[in-house]
């Protein structure tokens, strides 16, 4: 079982930065793909970006690429996701969560799953 406690959403104006992160309990927090995952009103939960247990490997979705890095500390247990040049569109509750497996893009593959924290971005 692990638990995740995501932290460091706010509101933000556009252009700006955030850095989330997602402490997580447990002691295979390194065999764990983790990722993160956002969902605005009214529409579906998407990807946003992943990392291996290792930290060696990550996968962003397109609309991400180049301003978001994704990144993993395992011996403080905990993931963060750093955004840069924030958008109004990036606007949604962020998602943490833990694959057993690897990273992937499909919601309903991840194991565990945080609580959520608010990010908005104004224009």
């Known amino acids: 079982q692990v638990q995740l406690v995501e932290s460091g959403g706010g509101l933000v104006q556009s252009g700006g930065s955030l850095r989330l992160s997602c402490a997580a309990s447990g002691r295979t927090f390194n065999s764990y793909a983790m990722g993160w995952f956002r969902q605005a009103p009214g529409k579906e939960r998407e990807f946003v970006a992943g990392i291996t247990g290792s930290g060696g490997m990550t996968r962003y979705a397109d609309s991400v690429k180049g301003r978001f890095t994704i990144s993993r500390d395992n011996a403080k247990n905990t993931v963060y996701l750093q955004m840069n040049s924030l958008k109004p569109e990036d606007t949604a509750v962020y998602y943490c969560?833990?694959?057993?497996?690897?990273?992937?893009?499909?919601?309903?593959?991840?194991?565990?799953w945080g609580q959520g924290t608010q990010v908005t971005v104004s224009s």
């Open positions: 969560a833990a694959n057993r497996v690897y990273i992937q893009m499909v919601v309903s593959t991840w194991d565990y």
